[in-house]
């Protein structure tokens, strides 16, 4: 959704808060992409930044533009740089804070779109800052969107069975240009699993966590501490 202007304008804004001499996580996806092309005009301007890629578009992306990129294993632990901000998208933004007791999910989101979301989690959870780029058609007062689990090949059908034990229905994501499913950069398999809508998303971030099988799924629950978003006329920017 969300035309491309909009993604470009969230990107644009997002890669204005990188500073001279900042690690930052260069995320997945057609919004995030906008981010790294405008990181690299900035390298081209003189800045000192140096990229961790969420996968293997987001490098080939990065390395296009002339951004430096150190792996996820030399930028953080003990002799690493750490990460100061990640860039990334998201296919939903929970907006509402939801009523009745439950948990405030403002912020929570749901990634894993371009089954880049392992990695991504791994580098926007250890980022300073995690910072969301999207268009108004990510938002949502709640999350109802199908939620992508990573999982290992030989696991498939019993995480398809604990997902329908939590009420949720898998589909096996099939490929468009291959014959068979969409396999990720980690050899994995992603069973796209709906729920309707989501009440809780931090519960069901725990109930998926820990299902035998599961590699990574699509919750980043309390995570994000700002959204750039796009708009026809700019960019609303929240902090969460
Ligand atoms: O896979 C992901 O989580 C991405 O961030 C992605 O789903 C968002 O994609 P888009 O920016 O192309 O809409």
């Not at 996580?25 to 969420?54: C, F, K």
């Not at 987001?58 to 860039?87: F, N």
């Not at 329908?164 to 014959?179: Q, S, V």
């Amino acid at each position: 959704g969300g035309s491309d202007a909009m993604k470009r304008r969230a990107g644009e804004s997002a890669a204005e808060a990188v500073t001279d001499g900042d690690v930052v996580g260069l995320g997945t996806g057609s919004t995030a992409a906008h981010a790294i092309r405008r990181l690299g005009d900035r390298v081209d301007a003189g800045l000192d930044v140096r990229g961790v890629p969420t996968s293997f578009a987001s490098r080939e992306l990065a390395v296009g533009a002339g951004i430096p990129c150190l792996d996820l294993s030399e930028a953080v632990g003990l002799d690493g740089p750490g990460i100061d901000l990640a860039i990334d998208g998201a296919d939903q933004v929970a907006t509402g804070v939801n009523g009745g007791g439950a948990p405030d999910t403002g912020g929570a989101l749901i990634k894993g779109g371009g089954a880049a979301h392992a990695r991504e989690k791994l580098v926007d959870a250890a980022a300073d800052r995690f910072l969301v780029v999207a268009d108004p058609s990510k938002e949502s007062p709640r999350l109802d969107r199908p939620v992508p689990v990573e999982v290992l090949p030989s696991g498939r059908t019993a995480v398809a069975a604990a997902v329908r034990e939590a009420d949720g229905e898998p589909t096996l994501r099939r490929a468009e240009r291959k014959d068979g499913p969409v396999v990720t950069d980690n050899g994995n398999l992603v069973l796209d699993c709906a729920f309707g809508e989501i009440a809780d998303p931090v519960a069901l971030s725990a109930t998926l966590a820990e299902v035998p099988g599961v590699v990574e799924h699509g919750l980043f629950v309390g995570m994000t501490d700002e959204i750039h978003v796009g708009t026809e006329s700019g960019v609303r920017i929240e902090s969460v």
